[in-house]
């Protein structure tokens, strides 16, 4: 039966087993030639006296000690089959010497370790029937016609053949279900570390997409108002206005200090800083006063029904969505007017609405960039549904729906 290298698979532990036995088989080898040997000893003497059958059994034990042991170990699988017939050669030459030898007390070591070394059920079948034939015909010859000497060979021999192939075959049937379960276990603990390193890249793909929807729905926006300010600051300079001047540059100022508690914040993972300490509804009046102090949007917002806490996660989402549906309106829809509604009337969900009165698109070929996948993207992590409706200058409608 061929055994694995041992390494930390099931696999490998099953070979290390079966090395741990080899005392075991070192011990029953032993006994047997002790036990074949003092039998022998006592037993009536061939026609050429005891020494020949002593003989072969030292060749059976020497070659045990160079080529046995290491081939039923499967350390060198070719010695195992050397070994098998040389130590049957002796155990049947004694037989052959002496038709009173002992030897084949021996029968009980050998069969069990041809067993062993045997690769195939049908390999151990073939050779079991080939050392019995040799045996029954050795023991037929010594008979020399005696009928009941024939009998007693002939019901010898099959005992032998049976006993061999009940025990090798279950025992091969063992080692196959042994073996068998040993491989299924390593497939299994092999499809669970792929299944981890799934998880943990698709973990880190998750933690990209979500720093990179953090930064574009916070830093790239404020960078964005930064330079829009700073034009308009330009502007007024221009225009002679300093006070106007001076209020742009506040302004720079204040989403500059903004922006850089957002990135603070985003590294260790906390609530966005217009949620800190404050409701959804008050972090969206935030928002829309710094935009109106701008003067680049009149932008306004609408609450609806009675305001509940909804958990940091969904505040996280809504706010992130009204972030970059105002960005998307300031940057791309020359619009003069928009409105960001919260709506807490429904029973089973809480929706935002951010319109304005730009000059739209074509909602049946609707834009696909980073921004509005990341706002679809929010709500489906947490169950909600975003929409987007527009038309070619009648305005764009980003609408999220959140449950509650």
């Avoid at 300010?229 to 300093?242: E, M, P, Y």
């Avoid at 306004?300 to 989402?317: C, F, I």
């Amino acid at each position: 039966m061929p055994m694995t290298d041992a390494s930390v698979s099931s696999q490998g532990e099953f070979a290390q087993m079966w090395r741990r036995q080899l005392v075991w088989w070192h011990l029953w080898f032993g006994t047997g030639v002790i036990a074949t040997v003092w039998a022998t000893a006592v037993a009536h003497p061939g026609p050429h006296g005891r020494l020949p059958e002593f003989a072969l059994l030292a060749l059976v034990v020497i070659a045990y000690a160079v080529v046995g042991a290491p081939g039923v170990a499967q350390e060198r699988p070719g010695w195992g089959t050397a070994y098998l017939v040389i130590a049957w050669t002796a155990v049947l030459g004694c037989c052959a010497v002496n038709p009173d030898s002992s030897a084949p007390v021996m029968f009980f070591v050998l069969f069990p370790q041809l067993w062993s070394v045997v690769r195939t059920p049908r390999q151990g079948v073939v050779a079991s029937v080939v050392v019995v034939g040799i045996y029954a015909a050795i023991g037929w010859l010594h008979a020399d016609g005696d009928t009941q000497a024939h009998r007693q060979i002939l019901f010898s021999a099959a005992a032998s053949l049976v006993l061999s192939l009940a025990l090798g075959l279950f025992i091969l049937r063992l080692v196959a279900e042994a073996q068998s379960r040993a491989a299924t276990i390593d497939a299994l603990r092999e499809a669970q570390d792929q299944l981890a390193a799934a998880e943990r890249a698709r973990g880190v793909s998750a933690e990209r997409e979500r720093l990179s929807r953090e930064i574009h729905d916070t830093l790239a926006q404020g960078f964005t108002s930064v330079i829009a300010l700073s034009r308009a600051a330009d502007a007024a300079l221009v225009r002679g206005d300093i006070a106007t001047a001076r209020d742009h540059v506040a302004l720079v100022q204040q989403t500059s200090a903004d922006n850089l508690q957002e990135a603070r914040l985003i590294v260790a993972e906390t609530t966005p800083g217009h949620l800190e300490s404050r409701t959804l509804v008050q972090a969206l009046e935030r928002l829309v006063t710094e935009v109106a102090q701008s003067g680049l949007l009149d932008l306004r917002l609408v609450a609806v029904g009675e305001p509940q806490a909804l958990g940091a996660t969904h505040d996280v989402v809504l706010l992130r969505t009204a972030q970059e549906a105002v960005a998307n309106i300031r940057r791309h829809a020359d619009a003069r007017t928009a409105t960001v509604q919260i709506d807490y009337s429904h029973p089973s969900d809480v929706v935002l609405a951010v319109s304005d009165d730009g000059r739209g698109f074509d909602d049946g070929h609707p834009s696909t960039g980073f921004g509005l996948d990341g706002i679809r993207a929010r709500a489906q992590d947490i169950g909600g549904h975003a929409s987007i409706t527009s038309a070619p200058g009648r305005g764009t409608t980003v609408t999220v729906r959140v449950p509650r």
